[in-house]
């Protein structure tokens, strides 16, 4: 199972698990040889907490404690130093916040050890990967937000319902400097509509990505749609709702409404 996990985890399809598991590559003290682990973990601030369930992984730590060890993170490589954490009820507790379809398995593992990454090296670094990651849906191209959006908005303009091939979009208001393609950047393709700013598409598989100009605006908006992290905010605005068409329903979500983007 380890195996298929690891596979799943090195392919495109890291997204499916990317949001709960990594890989941990370690080398072994005596043998040199490296090894590789896959692990639940959870953020904690700019570090990271790793743990095992499987029982048969519970001693994988003493392998690894103040030692260098390689994460590969939603399909980021970034490095780090690994530590055991002293206090494990703590360390639960931050695990079954993020995670709560876990809490059954981390009270079973009560002899778990969790182990804290960080003391980082260099630019591929724990602290180099970003809260929000995201990709189309082929794969090719992959991206990081390195910023909390300034705002999360609903357009419901004709455009977006051209380009979504729905009611319209989701998006995130970011600066677009704090936006990064990490992965496929040759297969990003931008379209400029003669009204509007340019929007930005996966040329291999058409998924909508970016708007708002970028990258050549200042702010930009990010698809909450092309995220592969679980993401819950919900939009503080709905924009162009005079644009809303009869077949869709615009949701009584207590967000503000504008006739256009302006309001």
Same mark, same amino acid.
């Given at each position: 199972?380890?195996?298929?996990? @690891?596979?799943?985890?090195?392919?495109?399809?890291?997204?499916?698990?990317? /949001?709960?598991?990594?890989?941990?590559?370690?080398?072994?003290?005596?043998?040199?040889?490296? +090894?590789?682990?896959?692990?639940?973990?959870?953020?904690?601030?700019?570090?990271?907490?790793?743990?095992?369930?499987? *029982?048969?992984?519970?001693?994988? &730590?003493?392998?690894?404690?103040?030692?260098?060890?390689?994460?590969?993170?939603?399909?980021?490589? $970034?490095?780090?130093?690994?530590?055991?954490?002293?206090?494990?009820?703590?360390?639960?507790? #931050?695990?079954?916040? @993020?995670?709560? &379809? @876990?809490?059954?398995?981390?009270?079973?593992?009560?002899?778990?050890?969790?182990?804290?990454?960080?003391?980082?090296?260099?630019?591929?670094?724990?602290?180099?990967?970003?809260?929000?990651?995201?990709? $189309?849906?082929?794969?090719?191209?992959?991206?990081?937000?390195?910023? *909390?959006?300034?705002?999360?908005?609903?357009?419901? $303009?004709?455009?977006?319902?051209?380009?979504?091939?729905?009611?319209?979009?989701?998006? /995130?208001?970011?600066?677009? #400097?704090?936006?990064?393609?990490?992965?496929?950047? #040759?297969?990003?393709?931008?379209?400029?509509? *003669?009204?509007?700013?340019?929007?930005?598409?996966?040329?291999?598989?058409?998924?909508?990505?970016?708007?708002?100009? &970028?990258?050549?605006?200042?702010?930009?908006?990010?698809?909450?749609? @092309?995220?592969?992290?679980?993401?819950? !905010?919900? *939009?503080?605005? +709905?924009?162009?709702?005079?644009?809303?068409?009869? &077949?869709?329903?615009?949701?009584?979500?207590?967000?503000? !409404?504008?006739?256009?983007?302006?309001?």
């Amino acid at each position: 199972m380890n195996g298929l996990v @690891a596979r799943v985890l090195r392919s495109r399809l890291h997204r499916l698990l990317g /949001g709960r598991l990594l890989l941990l590559t370690y080398r072994g003290r005596r043998s040199g040889r490296p +090894h590789t682990l896959p692990l639940l973990y959870a953020r904690d601030g700019d570090d990271l907490l790793l743990v095992a369930l499987h *029982p048969r992984t519970q001693t994988w &730590w003493r392998n690894v404690r103040g030692r260098d060890v390689t994460l590969l993170v939603r399909g980021v490589e $970034c490095r780090g130093r690994a530590e055991l954490v002293a206090d494990a009820d703590a360390a639960r507790r #931050a695990f079954e916040r @993020a995670h709560a &379809w @876990a809490r059954p398995a981390l009270r079973r593992a009560r002899g778990a050890a969790f182990v804290r990454v960080s003391a980082v090296l260099g630019s591929g670094s724990v602290r180099g990967v970003s809260e929000l990651h995201g990709s $189309c849906l082929c794969g090719a191209v992959r991206f990081e937000v390195s910023e *909390p959006f300034a705002l999360v908005s609903a357009c419901h $303009c004709t455009s977006c319902k051209k380009l979504s091939g729905s009611w319209g979009t989701v998006s /995130g208001r970011a600066r677009s #400097a704090a936006v990064r393609v990490v992965a496929g950047e #040759a297969s990003v393709t931008r379209y400029q509509p *003669p009204e509007g700013r340019a929007k930005a598409f996966c040329s291999e598989c058409g998924s909508n990505l970016f708007g708002g100009g &970028w990258p050549d605006s200042e702010w930009c908006s990010v698809r909450l749609a @092309a995220l592969d992290v679980p993401f819950d !905010r919900r *939009p503080d605005r +709905h924009i162009f709702v005079r644009s809303v068409a009869a &077949w869709e329903t615009l949701p009584d979500d207590g967000a503000e !409404r504008y006739e256009t983007s302006a309001g």
